[in-house]
């Protein structure tokens, strides 16, 4: 794995943190390449995975500028292949990805924020597609996923302004679901990880990945699809012992 990212467990919940503090965790190609390799090396472990940046003032402030300044029309796409391969990776992760944003999340940073499935954002966190600034547009997912998450009107703003949100307004358009006092985004993210971690897991994957399929289809294949992994799931253990353990009015003692 990248001496750029760490991967840390706790029991059966995930961190990885993008550790490139001087750069303001910037995302290079090491460090992408990190990010993949740690995904898949906690892939078939973790119940839930924290995503977060090292220290305090950035979560990722965005891609790598001095590497994609001198940028052909050819190595962009690799770069914009990479990008994509990543964020991708994040958005199907198999267990809920909870993203500690505990500063700036500029660009390819805020693209990494939109693939989690739960955003926590510190007060001092500014969040922004701010690659038109650039004389470019988002590459790596941000013009589909901020959308679908803010809606178009905030979405085409954000895009065309290069706006930087504060994380009030990001937790009001909807971008982030929870603002909490600077320094305590990982602390909280972490929190619900556990949380979630404490679920049955075969049914919170099955649960993310029916979520998943808003974004993938029709209305009809998604409710196709939420049938088949709602009956799937009887006779499942984490089925019988969550229905048992409710008419017996006791807790849950899931595998």
Not at 10 to 16: C, I, M, Q, R
Not at 28 to 45: P, S, W, Y
Request: proline share 3%; glycine share 10%; charged share 25%.
């Amino acid at each position: 794995m990248s001496d750029t990212v760490r991967l840390d467990w706790d029991g059966d919940v995930a961190t990885l943190t993008v550790d490139r503090p001087d750069a303001m965790n910037a995302l290079n190609v090491e460090t992408l390449e990190g990010i993949g390799d740690a995904l898949a090396e906690a892939a078939d472990r973790a119940r839930a995975l924290v995503l977060t940046g090292a220290g305090e003032k950035a979560f990722v402030a965005g891609a790598d500028i001095a590497h994609m300044q001198d940028l052909d029309t050819e190595a962009a796409q690799a770069y914009a292949e990479l990008g994509h391969d990543v964020m991708d990776a994040v958005e199907a992760f198999p267990a809920p990805v909870v993203a500690a944003v505990n500063g700036y999340a500029f660009g390819g940073g805020c693209e990494l924020a939109l693939a989690a499935d739960i955003r926590v954002a510190a007060e001092n966190a500014l969040v922004g597609q701010t690659e038109i600034t650039l004389g470019i547009v988002p590459g790596w997912g941000g013009t589909q996923r901020l959308s679908r998450i803010v809606g178009d009107e905030h979405a085409r703003r954000m895009v065309f302004l290069g706006e930087r949100v504060g994380a009030e307004k990001a937790q009001d358009i909807g971008l982030v679901g929870e603002v909490v006092p600077e320094g305590e985004a990982l602390a909280r993210a972490t929190e619900l990880a556990e949380e979630i971690a404490a679920m049955p897991a075969f049914a919170m994957r099955t649960a993310k990945e029916a979520l998943n399929r808003v974004h993938e289809g029709d209305l009809d294949s998604g409710l196709a699809f939420e049938r088949r992994a709602w009956s799937g799931l009887f006779g499942t253990p984490d089925q019988r012992e969550g229905m048992q353990a409710f008419l017996e009015k006791r807790d849950a003692e899931f595998q």
